[in-house]
């Protein structure tokens, strides 16, 4: 499924949203998605982190939330390494400075949601981090943020 796959069915099955939202919520999730599978292993509670952040952003139901990181965390097992990539820098062009460093922060939160951040975990962010071009908020200030409550493994 690719990224404009997932915001279509995206858009499908959330009537209400419109296709520039639909697309701005299928990369955002398509994101976080990268993280949690970083390690190759998502936790239950990086995956509840994921629905509540996609749920808040977009100001969605549980249940809808529930089916865009569905989407998007099958998009992210079938995408190459160029893709994901791609799918971030598409994010980059659609979002704005405030929403990137948003999204570092919600990239640690799913991280940290299992009590712990990988090495690979954050390495992924790392690399996320430079791909949006976040440069005002260091990302280990962000990784030390006393909200995230977990610890570097």
Not at 51 to 76: F, K, N, P, T, Y
Not at 91 to 114: G, H, K, M, P, W
Not at 118 to 139: C, D, F, H
């Amino acid at each position: 499924m690719s990224l404009r796959e997932a915001q279509q069915e995206i858009t499908r099955r959330l009537h209400r949203l419109d296709p520039k939202t639909a697309r701005h919520l299928a990369t955002f999730a398509c994101v976080l998605a990268r993280v949690a599978h970083a390690d190759l292993h998502v936790a239950e509670t990086e995956s509840a982190e994921m629905r509540r952040r996609v749920a808040a952003l977009a100001e969605i139901s549980a249940d809808e939330a529930a089916l865009v990181v569905e989407i998007a965390g099958e998009q992210s097992r079938k995408l190459g390494e160029a893709e994901k990539h791609a799918v971030t820098r598409e994010f980059r062009r659609i979002s704005n400075a405030e929403q990137r460093t948003e999204l570092v922060f919600c990239l640690y939160a799913v991280a940290a949601a299992d009590g712990k951040v990988s090495a690979s975990e954050t390495q992924e962010i790392g690399a996320i981090t430079e791909e949006l071009g976040v440069t005002r908020t260091s990302p280990s200030g962000i990784r030390a943020d006393k909200r995230f409550g977990a610890t570097t493994a």
